[in-house]
């Protein structure tokens, strides 16, 4: 219950902080038609390129969860080549210390992810790029709508990778866990979500697809299909019911697993797309991709509804 408390209250207050940036929610229902994508290969130069804010992209600084608190620095965000690919890459380090450490979130502002195909190839890390192994560190890619109020029951949020690579949350090794989020209380948490559990090394990149349609949840890795997922264990529904923010973040879910001096771990990811109501198969979101390399765009957001 630990894990997922202090993780859910602070997402809420980002998105909220969107909300209030003017946002404007919109709704959708299964089978309404395609009407646009996103598609980013992260071809930035910093974390400050214009470009990069300029596509509707922040970097979370400042105070809250999840993980430890108030530890989120825009510093950590850049945008290297990793393995021949320029990438986004959110970096966590610590010393084993609250005051020693620092974690990485980067987010679309905007609510208007909902159904359709999610994509992005991420690089999943199990060991650090400097000092010893061992910490908590939590590696994501994730949709997420407000809480308005404990157990609102349009909340939606889908954990379409948290990755540990030295366990946490009762693993005591690498573990990937797949979370699809029908509602949850804050304070003392409780919720109600269906998770399927992956536990084995995910290490070096994989391609993570994400289909919302018709009912389902279903996720893709590297074209195969690692979980589908409808209600939980209750029958209560976990697919989403109202539109979401897009996230990537990299935080310690504790900082028992230290040693030693300072830990640094990096995540990377080359590409995002997302496909508003529109359902697609891993193949078809490869041939997306491509095609725009083969045009020479490295973005293009073209969502219409
Ligand atoms: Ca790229």
């Not at 209250?9 to 919109?26: C, Q």
């Amino acid at each position: 219950m630990t894990r997922s408390r202090t993780k859910r209250t602070t997402a809420a207050l980002v998105v909220l902080a969107a909300l209030a940036a003017g946002t404007t929610a919109t709704t959708a229902s299964a089978g309404t038609t395609a009407c646009g994508a996103l598609f980013d290969d992260f071809n930035y130069s910093s974390r400050t390129d214009p470009n990069f804010t300029g596509h509707d992209w922040s970097v979370r600084t400042g105070a809250g969860g999840p993980g430890i608190p108030d530890t989120w620095t825009a510093a950590n965000v850049s945008f290297p080549t990793v393995d021949g690919q320029k990438s986004l890459q959110l970096k966590a380090t610590t010393n084993g210390t609250t005051g020693g450490t620092t974690q990485a979130q980067v987010q679309q502002n905007r609510l208007r992810f909902f159904e359709g195909t999610y994509a992005t190839r991420f690089k999943f890390s199990d060991t650090p790029v400097s000092g010893n192994d061992g910490d908590h560190v939590n590696q994501t890619f994730y949709t997420i709508s407000p809480l308005d109020y404990d157990w609102e029951p349009t909340y939606s949020e889908l954990d379409i990778s948290e990755y540990l690579p030295n366990g946490g949350w009762g693993e005591t090794g690498p573990v990937n866990f797949i979370t699809s989020w029908n509602t949850y209380q804050a304070d003392p948490f409780d919720g109600w979500r269906k998770t399927t559990v992956r536990n084995w090394s995910h290490a070096g990149w994989h391609t993570l697809v994400t289909v919302v349609a018709g009912g389902h949840v279903k996720y893709y890795i590297d074209g195969a299909l690692a979980a589908d997922h409808t209600t939980d264990d209750a029958g209560r529904n976990v697919y989403p019911r109202r539109p979401m923010t897009l996230n990537y973040n990299q935080w310690f879910i504790d900082l028992d697993g230290h040693t030693g001096s300072t830990s640094s771990y990096v995540q990377s990811a080359d590409w995002v797309y997302y496909a508003k109501n529109e359902t697609l198969t891993p193949a078809q979101i490869t041939t997306r991709v491509n095609n725009f390399r083969s045009a020479g765009t490295t973005h293009q957001d073209n969502i219409s509804c």
